[in-house]
């Protein structure tokens, strides 16, 4: 179980882009001013209502991650509005990793360069793609060239700790684009790079362009020698491989993610944002209007709550870890949940090693390789009954 102290992981959901990509149902809206100002205005009720008034700064943070949609969509001054106030409710622990997602058609060096003064040292570009055929196929708003361009930019403005994601198994792409890609990528020297298989999902013009036989969706063979390139390439290039879809070079991989993995608490702000407090797990208010009219009013805007059970904790905690490389942490896991894994599962751990699909190093339990292209029925056969 976990501690009821504050967590020290703050997730900030800004949820404008410029257009919606064609694969996406992620909450965002196109971006406007007048609705950025309002979600500004919500954004700031939500923070003085959860963490207090800044003369009574009580909650320390080692993460900050603003995400999205696409946070720099918003202008310079908005984006210094919002960490201006973050900074002014929360303590920033020294060594704070303060990551800004970005969309490359939405920087140039001047919007980078007051961001990072503000204190901002983490980047995280959606790349996505490096053919204007590719990128045309996900509706990106964004050339390649610009990607090029915005990490030049980054590195102007000073940051030293840049993400940059990557989409595979896209309708069309083969694994000669693929592989071109990942080398485009690391000519780049990014510090980090995640690398996800394109989920279709229901609803989206893409997967209805799929349904319809106008697209021809990626053969499974072929995505998992996408994925297994993408683990070679990086590799090579000094990205070691530390989760399922994610490669830093040493000592940078991304903080705020880690906490997830570890099914830690973290607190969410903004519209459809998620949080787990102790053993609570909620989600607030979707629609901007409600979000904003609901903390004017003085409430929460909380649309879902959940209480964790102990049973789904567990099996969460398993899920989280296995998706790291290093694995499950077995004494943690113990200490947590008052009992060692195979007093919960009895044999179930053993013979997944004995199948080759999970091995023990030291203290942790973890996906063999061959166990890492399974990985989802791996993880499944911990789901309590
Ligand atoms: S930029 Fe990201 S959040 Fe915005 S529409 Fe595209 S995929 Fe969705």
Request: charged share 20%; hydrophobic share 35%.
């Amino acid at each position: 179980m976990l501690e009821n102290s504050l967590p020290t992981a703050l997730y900030i959901h800004v949820p404008f882009c410029v257009r919606k990509c064609r694969y996406c149902d992620f909450v965002s809206y196109l971006y406007n001013e007048s609705n950025a100002r309002l979600y500004i205005t919500g954004l700031c009720r939500e923070i003085e209502q959860r963490v207090g008034c800044k003369h009574d700064k009580r909650w320390p943070l080692s993460t900050v991650f603003i995400g999205g949609g696409t946070p720099t969509c918003l202008s310079t001054a908005m984006l210094l509005e919002i960490i201006t106030f973050i900074k002014g409710h929360f303590i920033l622990l020294p060594g704070v990793e303060f990551t800004i997602e970005a969309n490359p058609g939405t920087v140039d060096v001047d919007k980078l360069s007051a961001l990072r003064r503000a204190g901002v040292n983490r980047l995280s570009l959606g790349a996505q793609a490096c053919t204007e055929t590719t990128l045309g196929i996900l509706g990106r708003i964004h050339t390649h060239a610009q990607t090029v361009t915005a990490v030049r930019q980054a590195r102007e403005a000073g940051f030293d700790n840049v993400n940059l994601d990557l989409i595979f198994e896209v309708p069309g792409q083969t694994l000669t684009e693929w592989q071109c890609c990942l080398e485009q990528v690391v000519a780049l020297q990014p510090e980090h790079v995640s690398t996800y298989g394109l989920q279709l999902e229901e609803g989206t013009p893409l997967k209805e362009q799929v349904d319809s036989g106008f697209l021809q969706p990626c053969a499974e063979e072929d995505g998992l020698a996408m994925y297994r390139a993408s683990i070679d390439i990086l590799k090579s290039a000094g990205l070691e491989q530390y989760e399922i879809s994610n490669f830093a070079k040493s000592g940078r991989e991304c903080r705020h993610n880690l906490v997830y993995w570890h099914n830690e608490q973290y607190l969410g702000l903004g519209p459809a944002a998620h949080s787990r407090l102790g053993e609570m797990r909620m989600s607030n208010e979707t629609n901007l209007i409600d979000y904003t009219i609901g903390l004017n009013t003085g409430a929460l805007t909380v649309a879902w709550s959940e209480n964790i059970t102990p049973e789904n904790d567990i099996f969460e905690t398993i899920f989280l870890g296995l998706r790291m490389t290093c694995g499950l942490d077995l004494e943690r896991f113990k200490q947590r949940f008052g009992r060692p894994l195979e007093e919960v599962y009895p044999g179930l751990a053993e013979s997944l090693v004995n199948k080759g699909l999970l091995e023990r190093r030291g203290n942790h339990l973890r996906l063999t390789p061959r166990g890492l292209m399974v990985a989802n029925e791996v993880m499944c056969e911990f789901a309590p009954s």
